[in-house]
C-alpha cells in the first residue's frame, strides 16, 4: 500500500474517533462537567478548609441512596425542608441524583439533589441536612439567573454548594 493511502486512513479515523471518545467519557451539561459517581472520598480545599466528599457513608445508608428514600421515610426531614423553605414540595425533586455526604469543618452533611421532571435545566434543588445540629439548607435554582438560598448555611457549604450548582 501507498504511504499517503495509510496516513489518510489514519487521518481520516483520529476525526472520526477523537469526538467519539471525548463524547463517552466526559458528560457536559450548562458548561459543567460532571464527573462520574465512581468517585468518592475526594477532598478539595475552600477558602483554607477541607472539604470531603463521601460516596458511601453510615448517614447514606440510615436514610437512603435517594432523596425520595428520605423523603417516603424520614417525614421529620420534610418538615424541617419546609420550615425552612415553605413552598418546598416534593414534586420539586421528581428527578434525583444518589445522596452523598460531604464533611466540612468536621461536620456530616447529607446532601440531598434533584429537579422538577421535564424541567431539569431551569428548577433544580440541593438540600444540605446536619443531623446532630437538626438543621436543613436549600439552595434552589428557577431558572439560569434566580438562585435562592435558604436557612442561612455556613458559608463553608454555601461556596461547596454553589460550585456544584
Known sequence: MDKKF????????LIIAIPWVVLIF???????????????????????????RY???????????????????YSEIVTIIRDVFPQFDMKMMS?????YVINADSTD????????????????????????AGKIYVFSQEGK?????YGNPPSIIKDYLLAEL
Open 145 to 149: 439567573d434566580k438562585l435562592s438560598i
Open 95 to 99: 428527578v434525583v441524583m444518589k445522596n
Open 6 to 13: 495509510i496516513i489518510i486512513v489514519v487521518f481520516a479515523y
Open 109 to 132: 452533611y447529607l446532601i440531598l439533589n434533584g429537579c422538577t421532571e421535564h424541567n431539569c435545566g431551569d428548577s433544580y434543588k440541593i438540600i444540605a441536612y446536619d443531623e446532630v
Open 55 to 73: 460516596d458511601n457513608h453510615d448517614l447514606i445508608t440510615k436514610y437512603g441512596v435517594y432523596a425520595d428514600d428520605v423523603f417516603d421515610s
Open 26 to 52: 466526559l458528560d457536559k451539561t450548562d458548561n459543567k462537567v460532571f464527573i462520574s459517581d465512581e468517585v468518592s472520598d475526594k477532598a478539595i480545599a475552600i477558602n483554607s478548609h477541607t472539604v470531603t
